[in-house]
């Protein structure tokens, strides 16, 4: 049996809950996923302004927290966390392990997903608008490719203590070290696609272990504060427990398994992955004990041979104000503020190709349709945001929301503003055989 | 009734496409869900939330769905100028869609 604990389910996840995997999980691999769509595309910008950055920002603090017991426990540590520059980041590692004075440590960076000569020559066609990269002209930033489990177990082969990567399919950053351990073929399309299921369930950490599940009186989860990370026990023909540290706070159950299960699938039967099509149509859900689920069913047709590859580019600017009212006639005086500023902006002139006037607390997240209350709410925040075509531009709506202090209705408060550049993300899918993976070692002498 | 009652969702977010998983609490509400709570349904109670189409997806074996929408998130999660621009509260929308309570009286499926 080989025992994943998954540490982080986004770049920006709690630490205590990985310490906790690695003290007291008796966990065999520690997996970190950090990289959201758009986080790699900021990171290749950050690497423009210095090469040796480009990585996630929290890898340090991971790093501190975790790499001398994993070594001690012979732990092994995989993670997307390299972003854009995997090889800095494992350099980054060494450092940390010499500071720390850990011994020898070999830390393997999976390179070769950074596509983007290769997807402006080939001026791919954009896989929800039908639009071409090139159409982007000088506006793109970024282009990686979802890489799968092969060059990551190319990694693991070579004895690594840490595998870093960038961008990588979430669940083959799992996939892989099964792959490894079990000897699985990179045919067998049931076993793939039940790892695929392994992944999936894992790549989001507290996510499956009680984390954004609870509802209180109908979905109430103990102690949610002292949240443990899951751990998937995995036998070699791909049957898996889902549970946590004894002790820690959460819950596996059915019910979380099965809201983890559905994250972000769209057909159960064809989760497109670089390694397999994974099927999850027959996959069963059983609670065998106290926070312990079996999931089995998981299977899997062949990779389709094209891979996945986000293009990063910058979109638009945004920007966007806000301001407070309280009291009897906030919910007036707000609608009255919201009328002002959208006056304002078009007697000034200010070009938005797309804007949004919100009452938080009244209409912002779904409009109006919520039911009509027979009290208008205590207080409630107005929102004005637009979409503009330069960073000034974008700069004076918040403007707008600022200048009501003085020039607006009465009694409102808790002003902010920010404009911002938005670097989007469009997919695009090009030949596998395009992509050309490597792995580069970086040792830590003792 | 409330959808809340009979079930529990969690939203996902992929460039502009939302989905929302439906999981019954007892999987004898499974096929009252799957006569209630179709893609039609979910399209018009979502209104005006959203631009594209709803597919639905059916898993018997976890007594779940699951709703996929196109064109749901203002173009997609990372230029949208919605203050969710993932959609996460979505789900939130979902389970309220009013829909007839079960017959007490109707067996058991499992």
């Known amino acids: 049996m080989v025992r994943l604990g998954s540490g982080a389910g986004y770049s920006g996840d709690r630490i ?10 008796e966990i065999d691999y520690l997996v970190f996923e950090c990289l959201a769509e758009r986080t790699i595309a900021l990171a290749q910008q950050a690497r423009r302004l210095d090469p040796e950055s480009g990585f996630d920002p929290l890898l340090d603090s991971r790093m501190r927290a975790v790499l001398a017991t994993a070594l001690r426990r012979r732990i092994r540590i995989v993670t997307n966390m390299g972003a854009a520059n995997p090889v800095a980041a494992a350099r980054r590692i060494a450092e940390i392990a010499r500071a720390l004075g850990l011994g020898a440590v070999r830390i393997a960076a999976v390179c070769g997903d950074d596509v983007l000569e290769h997807v402006l020559a080939g001026n791919y ?31 693991l082969r070579t004895g690594a203590a840490v595998v870093v990567t960038g961008r990588a399919a979430d669940p083959a950053l799992f996939l892989a070290p099964l792959v490894h351990e079990f000897g699985w073929s990179m045919d067998d399309w049931q076993a793939l696609g039940q790892g695929t299921l392994v992944g999936h369930l894992l790549e989001c950490a507290g ?31 791909g049957d898996l427990v889902i549970t946590k540290v004894a002790g820690s706070g959460g819950r596996v159950s059915a019910a979380t398994c099965k809201e983890q299960l559905l994250y972000e699938i769209h057909d159960p039967a064809k989760y497109f992955q670089p390694d397999v099509v994974a099927d999850f149509s027959d996959v069963r859900v059983v609670e065998i004990g106290p926070d312990r689920v079996r999931v089995t069913g998981g299977k899997g047709t062949p990779a389709t041979g094209m891979l996945k590859v986000s293009v990063g580019y910058v979109d638009s600017y945004v920007g966007e104000g806000q301001i407070s009212y309280a009291g009897t006639g906030a919910v007036a005086r707000a609608r009255l503020a919201l009328d002002i500023v959208r006056e304002r902006l078009r007697l000034t002139g200010v070009r938005m190709s797309e804007s949004r006037f919100d009452l938080v607390g009244v209409d912002a997240l779904h409009g109006d349709r919520g039911p009509r209350a027979a009290v208008d709410p205590y207080e409630v925040r107005l929102r004005v945001t637009g979409r503009a075509e330069s960073v000034h531009e974008a700069a004076r709506i918040g403007n707008e929301v600022e200048t ?22 469009q997919s695009v899918l090009i030949p596998a055989a395009m992509v050309k993976a490597s792995v580069r070692i970086v040792e830590a002498a003792s | ?62 007594a779940a769905f699951n709703f996929v929408i196109s064109r749901a998130l203002g173009g997609g999660v990372t230029r949208s100028l919605a203050l969710d621009a993932h959609g996460k509260s979505f789900s939130s929308v979902l389970l309220e869609l009013e829909i007839p309570g079960p017959d007490p009286a109707a067996p058991a499926t499992p």
Not at chain 1, 16 to 23: C, K, S
Not at chain 1, 140 to 153: F, K, M, R, T
Not at chain 1, 407 to 424: D, I, L, Y
Not at chain 2, 4 to 28: P, V
């Open chain 1, 16 to 25: 205590e809950p990985a310490v906790e995997l690695v003290e007291r999980g």
């Open chain 1, 125 to 155: 066609r954009f896989e929800e608008t039908g639009t071409r990269v090139r159409d982007l002209g000088d506006r793109v930033v970024s282009a990686n490719a979802y890489l799968g489990a092969q060059p990551i177990c190319e990694a």
């Open chain 1, 207 to 237: 996510q499956i272990t009680g984390g954004y599940f609870a509802d209180p009186g109908i979905k109430d989860v103990p102690d949610l504060a002292r949240l443990g990370f899951p751990i998937g026990e995995v036998e070699p023909n």
């Open chain 1, 404 to 425: 009501l202090y003085t020039n607006g209705p009465a009694g409102g408060g808790g002003v902010s503003k920010h404009a911002r550049e938005v670097v989007a993300v």
């Open chain 2, 1 to 62: 009734m409330k959808l809340r009652e009979l079930a529990h969702s969690r939203a996902g977010d992929k460039g502009d496409t939302s989905n929302l998983s439906l999981i019954a609490y007892r999987e004898r509400d499974y096929e009252h869900l799957r006569r209630h709570v179709t893609a039609a349904a979910v399209r018009a109670h979502l209104g005006d939330l959203v631009r594209g189409d709803v597919v639905r997806h059916e898993l018997p074996n976890l």
